[in-house]
């Protein structure tokens, strides 16, 4: 079989292959081996493929991505400590290091030959986080994860933050001049499009919690001027272990708007895609501009807008997740358990499907904080509860790997929790 690629992208890839070295985003982007002719489309198809594509790009060597990545990493806290020695004493800079709970799925919706997705360097191909999503997920923390401020709506909160530039009506109470600032337009059930003004519970979120609206629009900026904190992208340490899963959509045609209803006897269509495998260690490096124009005159300094900053962070990967699929346990992190005097246990024997009875499969723990305990099950999507698991007589912790009998519905056909076996 031939494939078109251009003459100088052919040589190049076919060379990297040949010495083991290879680019992921080339290679999961514009260069698929393994389509396959399809006379009932009279076009290119991938065919029952996809899953061994991906295995074949997760067991690739990388090793000029990960000499790249480190240098980029090194590069990210020079950058730092450079601007720390312009900061007076007060730190300016930071790099917190975090590590997957579970798989970080970035990117999976974009286009490209597979479906699906993953945000990769264009250059180098190694797997990040983008700045403007770091950024995303501090901000969206500074207002859902603050008992106070979660109580405006998303809008409202949005129109103040966008609109309301240290305005001194905000702290007079003076709701008319609020109303006309911060009323908004939304589709009724009718379509009608009608407005929405705040309430007066939400005014007095707001004029109670003024300061704190305002250091977040400190740090994050809005359309009309520039924040105080400037956010890099999230590097892993090393080129991470990928891991290949799979979503199991069972009304596709329903889905499609086909006037298909949803119903049992449809058959579900795997999925398989490509993820940043649990354990892998991210660095979040941001800084705090010494402009005392970017603090609007309330006196804050970089060191306090550091620490803020570094809150609201921290707890939105910690509580929020970033990536897609964070519903279903991706994109989750927490400090590596060695910064607990904590490490992770080890197996007493390697677990492979190799031992698996009719109806068992390979699970690792995710979450210990009550019972029924969650699991994660191989090659299923979802989080399950697990009866029969005693942690601390099994010598168990987070990331421990068991294998679990699985209970089926089979109405539903398919799993809907799980069993303790052995492991």
């Known amino acids: 079989m031939s494939y078109l690629v251009p003459v100088d992208t052919k040589g190049i890839l076919e060379a990297n292959r040949a010495k083991g070295d290879r680019n992921l985003f080339l290679e999961f982007n514009k260069f698929i081996y393994e389509w396959q002719w399809d006379d009932s489309s009279n076009n290119y198809k991938l065919g029952n493929e996809k899953k061994n594509i991906l295995k074949k ?7 000029t991505a990960n000499k790249t990545l480190e240098y980029q990493v090194k590069r990210n806290k020079t950058a730092i400590d450079e601007f720390k020695k312009y900061g ?3 730190e300016v800079g930071k790099v917190v290091n975090l590590e997957t709970q579970w798989r970080l799925a970035v990117g999976v919706g974009s286009s490209g030959p597979l479906e699906t997705g993953m945000t990769l360097h264009h250059l180098y191909g190694y797997p990040y986080i983008p700045a403007t999503s770091v950024k995303g997920i501090a901000r969206a923390a500074a207002y859902l994860l603050d008992e106070e401020l979660c109580g405006l709506r998303l809008q409202i909160f949005n129109n103040y933050i966008e609109k309301l530039e240290t305005k001194e009506f905000v702290l007079k109470g003076e709701f008319e001049k609020l109303k006309q600032e911060l009323t908004y337009e939304e589709k009724n059930t009718d ?3 009608v407005k929405k003004t705040p309430t007066e ?4 979120i707001i004029r109670d919690n003024f300061c704190k609206l305002e250091n ?21 340490e090393t080129f991470p272990k990928l891991d290949v899963d799979v979503l199991s959509p069972h ?10 209803y949803p119903g049992d006897w449809m058959q579900p269509v795997p999925s398989f895609f490509l993820t940043v495998a649990p354990n892998t260690k991210f660095g979040f490096s941001f800084y705090a501009s010494c402009n005392p124009k970017r603090y609007k005159g309330f006196g804050l300094l970089p060191k306090n807008v550091i620490e803020m900053t570094k809150t609201w962070l921290v707890e939105g990967l910690k509580q929020l997740g970033i990536g897609g699929k964070t519903s279903s346990g991706y994109g989750y992190f927490e400090y590596p358990l060695e910064r607990e005097g904590l490490k992770p246990p080890k197996q007493s024997f390697e677990i492979t499907s190799k031992q698996l009875k009719k109806d068992e499969a390979i699970a690792e723990i995710i979450s210990l904080d009550k019972k029924p305990y969650k699991v994660k099950i191989e090659n299923i999507e979802g989080i399950f509860d697990c009866s029969g698991l005693n942690p601390s007589g099994l010598k168990l912790s987070i990331r421990s790997k068991i294998i679990v009998s699985l209970n089926y519905d089979n109405k539903l056909k398919k799993v809907i929790s799980c069993k303790y076996s052995r492991g």
Not at 57 to 63: F, I, R, T, V, W
Not at 201 to 204: L, P
Not at 216 to 236: H, K, M, N, W
Not at 251 to 260: E, L, P, R, V
């Open 251 to 260: 009304y596709g045609k329903y889905y499609m708007n086909d006037g298909t």
């Open 88 to 90: 007076n004493e007060d």
């Open 57 to 63: 790009l997760s067991d690739g060597n990388y090793a």
């Open 201 to 204: 519970d939400e005014y007095k």
């Open 216 to 236: 977040i629009r400190c740090v994050f900026g809005s359309q009309s001027s520039v924040g105080a904190v400037t956010f890099f992208d999230g590097l892993p």
């Open 191 to 193: 379509g009608e499009r």
